[in-house]
């Protein structure tokens, strides 16, 4: 089994920053992937941006240039930095661990972004 626990979470004004946190444990070895994605108040949960066990990474249109992931291995944790965030970057982002037969979620962070 594998567990991932999300952090960095909070309330931050537009045009500020925040990095979140993926720690992953258990059977790690069973992850290929790893990924963020985020779900509004009334919005189905969409991908912000994921990266494989090469280092490819991808991202959501809305967040390219502003958004970057980052993986350390050794630490075996995933970073999301989140730079000049705005409100409709406001969400619950959830960590989410890839494998050949299965996925795995975190349990998600809040991150508000108001004035």
């Known amino acids: 089994q594998v567990q991932l626990v999300e952090s960095g979470g909070g309330l931050v004004q537009p045009g500020g920053s925040l990095r979140l946190s993926c720690a992953a444990s258990g059977s790690i070895f069973r992850i290929n992937a790893m990924g963020w994605y985020r779900q509004a108040p009334g919005k189905e949960r969409e991908l912000v941006a994921d990266i494989t066990s090469g280092g490819s990474t991808n991202y959501k249109d809305s967040v390219k240039g502003r958004f970057t992931i980052s993986r350390d291995s050794a630490k075996n944790t995933v970073y999301l930095q989140m730079n000049n965030l705005k409100p409709e970057d406001t969400a619950v982002y959830y960590c989410?661990?890839?494998?050949?037969?299965?996925?795995?979620w975190g349990q998600g962070t809040q991150v508000t972004v108001s004035s």
């Open positions: 989410k661990g890839v494998g050949p037969f299965s996925s795995y």
